[in-house]
């Protein structure tokens, strides 16, 4: 969260890629070579042990046909896998040989608060030329990743893979064990990503509709005709926006820092096992993640060992991880297909059985339909008044700016009176429902319902994890809880502002939970983006809608217009960063301190 100094590279946003990646300039830097390469069969480099040396600087890179500088660990994008096991206390040495502050915080990992890596909060940071040690034990097993977590570094290339090896081996033993990594590189510096976005939201969208096409409606018809629910469906229905406002006019995505032209490939003999250990290391991007032709057992998720169930497809937001088993058969190549949520662009890679086979690669899913429910929730399904709009007005005299807003907000269907609070909803919260410009609209029945794939993914044919396949093996660790914390997460898209009850890190006071507390964590999505949530230093235990357990997430997506809860064991005392994961969001403003004490 310092800031940096901006690279000041600005370039043309180029959708196709050639997909090369250079690391010989690596050695003038002091670093190892990259391990990148055109043929894209290099496997990331595992160090593992108890102790570390990794070092933050600077790699060229070339994913798009132009060069640039990425930053990376130790050389190499992803840096290297780090292998621990269970039980073990490892000791990381980070050096920075960055011009700027940097820091690496590890996602996921349940540890003393100032061994998490979150500048301003867990230490200082990193300065340019320093290092800090980081020393914990590991107390878990399975998937996760690291990243910084200053500033943009993030989406410049500083992450990678963490797999823990469990103490009492693996619950589902496989032949074969690959991490599949997924990211999405710009080859335009994130700081001009983020002024991009401020001055116009839907920057990086393709296929708007147009707002004066919109305006020229209402003066001919009247508003209320003009807002009929039939027609603003085939006006908004392809309206992209709401699902990812960075796309892939700018990213390429990327499976273990190969681009798609480069295939990332792992091999396999037929017979085998394999475990897929997927993470979303991206910044802004959720897949839809699918091998075709092969069934996907889920084992993980988060880390964190499940009832297997077996599936075509699944979404993967930003932050989270699965482990998948595959079984690929016969003597041909199987297609990675990670397509981006909103058909942008995908990343790709190829199970093998032997060098140089490839198999088909399929074409991108049509842009997904929002349908009612991403934008009313439960409303949609009973009839009921969808959105409260904040401070609407007439239309006219209406900045061009202050229209697009309008139609966005009264695109969410029958407009219920501004500020109307919902009664069911404000037994339960102890604070007035956020208002104000922060909040561009706010959801007055938000929908529960779990089992929904999401946008995109409904009845298309394929078995879709949902969050309602996520059953944990174990017990949680909070078996009731004591009170509720009701949190909305709010945002004027417009503007590109982004927080938690309407108010943005930089207004809002801390959360305080109380040392030893297991508490409720109630999220509702008054937005029309899915929002991958994290808080760090504890467990979100994800519940059912009625309450029951599910499952343990250190990240939780909230779907538009849905309620999500989780219990909260406040188990760790110090200060805690929880935000959202996309990464413009958190540094627009959807970022909370949690203290526990
Ligand atoms: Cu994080």
């Known amino acids: 969260m310092y800031p940096t100094k901006p690279r000041g590279i600005l370039l043309p946003r180029r959708r196709f890629v050639q997909g090369l990646a250079l690391g010989g300039a690596a050695a003038m830097l002091g670093l190892r070579p990259g391990r990148l390469s055109a043929q894209g069969s290099s496997m990331p480099a595992v160090l593992s042990g108890s102790s570390y040396d990794l070092t933050i600087g600077e790699l060229p890179v070339d994913f798009t046909g132009h060069r640039r500088v990425a930053t990376v660990v130790n050389g190499q994008l992803p840096g290297p896998l780090l292998r621990w096991r269970e039980g073990d206390t490892i000791t990381l040495r980070v050096r920075n040989r960055l011009p700027v502050s940097s820091s ?123 807002l009929a629910e039939r027609r603003m469906w085939e006006r908004m229905r392809m309206n992209t926006r709401d699902l990812s406002d960075v796309t892939g006019m700018t990213y390429t995505y990327l499976m273990n820092g190969h681009a798609p032209a480069a295939n990332w490939t792992g091999l396999f003999k037929p017979g085998e096992k394999l475990r897929l250990r997927f993470i979303n290391g991206s910044a802004m991007t959720f897949f839809d993640v699918r091998i075709p032709g092969l069934k996907m057992t889920v084992v993980a998720a988060d880390g964190q060992d499940i009832e297997p169930v077996s599936v075509d497809e699944f979404r993967i937001g930003v932050a989270e991880t699965y482990d998948v088993i595959v079984k690929p058969h016969g003597d041909r190549a199987w297609t990675i297909f990670a397509q981006a949520m909103d058909r942008s662009g995908y990343a790709r890679g190829t199970l093998t059985p032997g060098a140089g086979m490839t198999a088909e690669v399929p074409p991108l899913d049509p842009r997904p339909v929002l349908s009612m429910v991403d934008m009313m929730g439960a409303a949609a399904m009973h009839g009921m008044p969808g959105m409260a709009i904040g401070g609407m007005k007439g239309m006219s005299g209406m900045t061009h700016d202050m229209a697009h807003e309008a139609m966005d907000q009264m695109a969410m269907g029958h407009m219920g009176s501004p500020h109307t609070i919902d009664a069911a909803d404000a037994s339960r919260v102890a604070s007035p429902p956020p208002t104000g410009p922060e909040v561009a609209m706010r959801v007055l029945h938000p929908r529960r319902n779990l089992d929904d794939p999401g946008a995109g993914l409904r009845h298309n044919g394929r078995r879709v994890l949902t969050y309602a396949d996520l059953h944990a093996v174990d017990a949680p660790i909070s078996p009731s809880v004591g009170r509720e914390v009701v949190l909305h997460l709010t945002g004027n898209m417009q503007r590109y502002l982004w927080s938690f009850n309407g108010q943005r890190f930089s207004d809002a006071k801390p959360l305080r939970f109380r040392y030893g507390e297991h508490l409720r964590v109630t999220l509702i999505n008054d937005t029309m983006m899915a929002h991958p949530i994290h808080l760090h230093g504890m467990w979100s235990e994800l519940e059912s809608p009625d309450g029951a357990f599910q499952a343990r997430k250190h990240t939780v997506v909230v779907q538009p217009a849905q309620q999500v809860s989780y219990r909260v064991s406040a188990d760790v005392l110090g200060r805690w960063a929880y935000h959202c994961h996309l990464l413009y969001h958190m540094e627009a403003g959807m970022f909370r301190e949690v203290v526990v004490a």
């Open 104 to 226: 690496i915080h590890w996602h996921g990992i349940i540890l003393p608060s100032d061994m998490d890596g979150v500048p301003g909060l867990s230490f200082a940071g990193i300065p340019s030329g320093g290092e800090y040690t980081y020393r914990f034990t590991v107390n878990q097993k399975g998937t996760y990743w690291y990243h910084s977590h200053t500033r943009f570094q993030e989406q410049t290339g500083l992450y990678g893979p963490i797999v823990i090896e469990p103490r009492g081996g693996m619950r589902h033993p496989t032949e074969r064990d690959y991490v599949v990594m997924l990211n999405d590189w710009s080859d335009t510096d994130p700081e001009r990503i983020y002024a991009n976005l401020k001055k116009q939201s839907d920057y990086y969208n393709l296929g708007q509709p147009t707002v004066g096409g919109f305006l020229h409606d209402v003066r001919r018809d009247g508003l209320s005709q003009a």
